[in-house]
């Protein structure tokens, strides 16, 4: 999918919602694990009953590795799932992958070619060489952490390296990389005051918002500074949607959280 294509569902859709699909079979409905594949028969509940609210999913592979082959099916079966339903959907494999090159491009061809993602979240750490086999591949985008949600992003990504902050150098050397167009940031919901400044350096590329929701970030302020004109913001919300009920309504209870978000988003882009 193009960002002009994304840019397009937004408006149609009025949202810039993404729904984080993080599965924890302790916290599903206790009911579901009778199914042959408890994880799909989930996300394919919360997908039917949220598909209209948003335009991008995240599932997040941490939560499909923690159950082994039997996750990583239920991942293939999910994003084939979101493909074969509903190909407008921004699908974003969150899998902070990066290595030397050559390791990278099997990383790249894993969740580009065989589960055919839109999207793979990346480390920067490792540098351009680690990052440029995923920009090799036309129409794909390669989400790269910038200034991340968590307490730790303090540790590193705020320091100062020749009076610039480490992902002040992610976000301004990123840019010379090949394929650069190829880019989306990660910016978390929890660091909105940070977004003026980063709009400065990356003024039309796409982020990707978590953090709103259960880590306690605001949707309005990211918009405030954050957005663009083409909007250029995908806000991500898991645990906040799809855990609002773990009994028989949790579809339905789960629309509902995402319809509240989406509500906001509306008055945000008129
Ligand atoms: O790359 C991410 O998506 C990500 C980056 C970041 O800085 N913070 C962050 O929370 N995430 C992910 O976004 C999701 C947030 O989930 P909730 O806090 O449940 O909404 C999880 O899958 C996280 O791994």
């Given at each position: 999918?193009t960002?002009?294509?994304?840019?397009q569902?937004?408006?149609?859709k009025?949202?810039?919602?993404?729904?984080?699909?993080?599965?924890?079979?302790?916290?599903?409905?206790?009911?579901?694990?009778?199914?042959?594949?408890?994880?799909?028969?989930?996300?394919?509940?919360?997908?039917?009953?949220?598909?209209?609210?948003?335009?991008?999913?995240?599932?997040?592979?941490?939560?499909?590795?923690?159950?082994?082959?039997?996750?990583?099916?239920?991942?293939?079966k999910?994003?084939?799932?979101?493909?074969?339903?509903?190909?407008?959907?921004?699908?974003?494999?969150?899998?902070k992958?990066?290595?030397i090159?050559?390791?990278?491009?099997m990383?790249?061809?894993?969740?580009?070619?065989?589960?055919?993602?839109?999207?793979?979240?990346?480390?920067?750490?490792?540098?351009?060489?680690?990052?440029?086999?995923?920009l090799?591949?036309?129409?794909?985008?390669?989400?790269?952490?910038?200034?991340?949600s968590?307490?730790?992003?303090?540790?590193?990504?705020?320091?100062?390296i020749?009076?610039?902050?480490?992902?002040?150098h992610?976000?301004?050397?990123?840019?010379?990389?090949?394929?650069?167009?190829n880019?989306?940031?990660?910016v978390g919901?929890?660091?909105?005051?940070?977004?003026?400044?980063?709009r400065?350096?990356?003024?039309?590329s796409?982020?990707?918002?978590?953090?709103v929701?259960?880590?306690?970030?605001?949707?309005?302020?990211?918009?405030?500074?954050?957005?663009?004109?083409?909007?250029?913001?995908?806000?991500?919300?898991?645990?906040?949607?799809?855990?609002?009920?773990?009994?028989?309504?949790?579809?339905?209870?789960?629309?509902?959280?995402?319809e509240?978000?989406?509500?906001?988003?509306?008055?945000?882009?008129?």
């Open positions: 999918m960002t002009q294509q994304l840019t569902q937004i408006q149609k009025k949202s810039f919602l993404c729904i984080g699909l993080d599965v924890d079979l302790n916290k599903i409905p206790q009911h579901l694990l009778q199914e042959e594949d408890p994880i799909f028969a989930f996300n394919k509940a919360i997908i039917d009953a949220t598909h209209h609210l948003c335009v991008a999913y995240k599932p997040n592979t941490a939560f499909y590795e923690a159950y082994g082959l039997k996750g990583w099916k239920a991942l293939e999910t994003i084939n799932y979101i493909n074969k339903n509903h190909p407008e959907i921004f699908t974003i494999a969150d899998a992958r990066g290595d090159g050559n390791t990278s491009s990383y790249a061809k894993a969740f580009f070619e065989d589960l055919a993602f839109d999207s793979v979240t990346v480390a920067p750490y490792m540098g351009k060489d680690s990052v440029e086999p995923f090799a591949f036309e129409n794909k985008h390669t989400i790269l952490l910038a200034l991340t968590n307490q730790g992003a303090f540790d590193f990504q705020t320091k100062m020749d009076e610039k902050e480490v992902y002040k992610v976000l301004e050397t990123s840019k010379t990389w090949q394929n650069s167009e880019l989306m940031y990660v919901a929890t660091k909105a005051e940070f977004l003026a400044d980063i400065q350096i990356i003024p039309n796409f982020l990707l918002v978590p953090g929701g259960a880590q306690g970030g605001n949707l309005q302020d990211v918009c405030k500074y954050g957005m663009n004109d083409h909007v250029g913001l995908l806000i991500n919300s898991s645990r906040g949607i799809i855990y609002a009920s773990n009994q028989d309504d949790f579809a339905q209870a789960a629309a509902k959280k995402a509240a978000l989406q509500q906001e988003m509306k008055v945000i882009l008129k």
